[in-house]
């Protein structure tokens, strides 16, 4: 990898719950991976598509590779 090379999101494979999304972002973003998770559940109690972007970045996003 090069060392100007943009950092790519990708579903985690070690820190999941259920696909790998918010382990995935929270890796990216460099947080932990419960904020993430809180930030999704509260968004879709609160009447945002949740769950909606959860499905379509499960589908979206790519595997983290293994190495």
Known sequence: M???SP???FRSRDDRMLAGVCGGIANHMVVDPTIVR???????FLGFAGVLVYLIMWIVVPKEREF
Do not use: A, V, Y
Request: aromatic residues 8%; without cysteine.
């Open 7 to 9: 950092k790519r999101l």
């Open 38 to 44: 809180l930030i999704f559940i509260i968004g879709t």
């Open 2 to 4: 090069e060392l100007n």
